[in-house]
């Protein structure tokens, strides 16, 4: 029987012979082919001792890929299938003898080691440049449109829990205020609307109110060059600048409306002519009133204190000590404006404490 070397081989099957047999053999391969067990072997009988410079490099390849073809239930070790072509390779070369095959046919059959389907080449799955950059500009576009709405939530929650605790701590001290008289004081207005009852406990209980708080600093007059305040509008600039497309819009009217019927809020008598309190916890106070006589009766908070947007109806509300003659606490007052996208004193007490 003749020898063939794999110089032979080779060479029989053309330039590219041994790529074009690896892609042929391991398209069998992945089919399970049963005329060979589905392995394909290399038969070394007959290649011991060659130097073939392409026989060593192919070695060295297949035991390079051993740990990767012990991972498949359907390959063999190198020394398994060493062992296995040299107990069958007498039988196989005759099996292809009678099917009038010849030697060389039966070698090439029996050239690739192990399952091929770990040898041949593989088309790799990547993306392209042009579907990265596509995928970036649908997230940019995504995250345009749905950034702006998750900040604005956040800090909408942020302006509650601030309000929520603000409050808190001016009910708590007004509740304390109203506990050293032993009565109902005198000072307040119906819980369901109407005029101010009697004064005559006001006083008083501003005094009792102002020292149940935390009080930081206090300015009296010029509360913004005194830097106490952030610069506010008041009730007058508003109004004017609510109704300036009104057809008959004149801003006389408004300021006047605004000076008799919340006056004590203007933007000249808030920046100018107000006591200020500033509380520990940040929170801005003072009081519609000039007077103590009134005093704490209106109230105005700033609930993050210098901090933004200092705005009606986002940080900055008032509130009238209300009773129905069991309840005394604070409560809504028509002189509370709601600047643009801001939510009502009523609104926001109730998403704060529902």
């Known amino acids: 029987m003749k020898n063939v070397s794999w ?42 001792g060659l130097v073939n410079p392409t026989y060593k490099k192919l070695k060295r390849s297949f035991a390079g890929a051993q740990n990767d073809m012990n991972a ?12 296995e072509a040299n107990t069958n390779y007498n039988s196989n070369i005759m099996n292809y003898k009678s099917e009038n095959k010849t030697v060389s046919e039966a070698h090439s059959k029996h050239l690739v080691p192990y399952c091929l389907s770990n040898l041949v080449f593989s088309k790799k799955v990547a993306f392209t440049l042009a579907e990265i950059l596509i995928t970036l500009g649908i997230i940019g576009i995504v995250a345009a449109m749905t ?13 509650e829990n601030q309000f929520k605790k603000s409050y808190a701590i001016l009910n708590q001290a007004l509740l304390s205020a109203q506990s050293q008289f032993g009565y109902l004081p005198k000072c ?24 149940s708080l935390k009080i930081t600093k206090t ?30 819009y004149d801003e006389d009217y408004w300021q006047d ?27 801005i106070l003072f009081f519609f009133y000039g007077s103590r006589d009134r005093g704490a009766v209106i109230t105005a908070m700033d609930i993050n204190g210098m901090k933004g947007p200092n705005k009606w109806g986002y940080d900055l509300y008032a509130l009238t000590i209300r009773s129905d003659g069991n309840r005394f606490s604070f409560g809504f ?21 529902q």
């Not at 509360?223 to 497309?245: F, M």
């Not at 004590?264 to 200020?276: A, M, P, S, Y």
């Open 219 to 248: 300015c009296k007059d010029h509360a913004y060059e005194n830097g106490c305040i952030p610069e506010y509008r008041g009730v007058d600039d508003i109004l004017k600048e609510q109704h300036k497309d009104d057809e008959d």
């Open 7 to 48: 110089h032979e081989i080779i060479k029989g099957l053309g330039g590219t012979g041994l790529v074009k047999l690896l892609r042929y053999y391991g398209t069998k391969a992945l089919r399970g082919n049963r005329n060979v067990g589905g392995h394909y072997y290399a038969d070394r009988k007959h290649t011991v």
């Open 147 to 159: 950034i702006p709405t998750l900040i604005s939530k956040y800090q909408e929650k942020v302006l």
């Open 257 to 283: 409306y605004a000076t008799i019927n919340c006056g004590g809020f203007n933007t000249d008598k808030i920046l100018n002519n107000k006591t200020v309190y500033n509380l520990a916890d940040g929170t």
């Open 188 to 211: 307040y207005y119906p819980w369901e609307g109407g005029n101010l009852t009697e004064m005559s406990d006001c006083q008083q209980l501003t005094a009792n109110f102002l020292a």
């Open 72 to 83: 498949s239930r359907h390959c063999k070790t190198y020394n398994e299938i060493d062992k």
């Open 333 to 353: 007052t028509g002189c509370s404006p709601v600047e643009e996208g801001g939510k009502s004193f009523d609104q926001m007490y109730k998403e704060a404490f």
